[in-house]
């Protein structure tokens, strides 16, 4: 993490004259290592610059990327959490209606997770659900198993031990293969 934080403090600091298609690139690239790295509000803000910039020259594919990967920053308080599960709906809606199967993935899997977090399990278990179905259909083979260990979580949380150990044996499973 700390080399590749290095790295994107380098791009964003030769990015400053770049057009502003590789400027947000950068940002979005140095936001998610901060985000990765634990810090959380400065990669917030990196990503919000690309967000800007997206949207300024009328990028909306890139635009709802940043946008969902904003609400990775967002596992704070319960206000800052429903701030990432409205934002992230906001990117879910543009995906679904340009049929981004991937982007449609990645922000279901976020929903998910803020879900999560604020202990709203049947939303998580929803969104999970659907990231799952989705994840088989276009092949993503390591979501697929992610979503089964994170609907054994879920399982965990509602009481369920038939549940829990059937969808992490078939995450365990699925890992290995």
């Not at 080399?3 to 998610?32: D, M, Y």
Request: hydrophobic letters at 35%; glycine letters at 10%; charged letters at 25%.
């Amino acid at each position: 993490i700390d080399e590749a934080r290095g790295w994107a403090h380098l791009a964003t600091e030769r990015s400053k004259n770049a057009p502003p298609q590789l400027a947000a690139g950068v940002f979005i690239c140095a936001g998610r290592v901060e985000v990765a790295s634990g810090n959380e509000q400065v990669g917030r803000e990196k990503l919000e610059k690309a967000y800007q910039i997206y949207q300024h020259i009328g990028d909306e594919s890139n635009a709802a990327w940043a946008l969902i990967y904003i609400c990775t920053g967002l596992f704070g308080s319960e206000d800052e959490v429903r701030r990432g599960i409205s934002l992230c709906s906001q990117g879910l809606a543009y995906f679904r209606k340009v049929n981004d199967k991937l982007g449609t993935s990645q922000a279901l899997n976020i929903l998910g997770e803020l879900s999560r977090r604020i202990g709203d399990y049947e939303a998580a278990k929803h969104y999970y659900e659907d990231c799952l179905e989705l994840s088989k259909e276009i092949g993503e083979g390591l979501r697929v198993p992610m979503q089964y260990a994170n609907l054994s979580a879920i399982a965990y949380h509602q009481n369920q031990p038939e549940a829990i150990q059937r969808m992490a044996r078939l995450g365990i499973r699925l890992f290995d293969q």
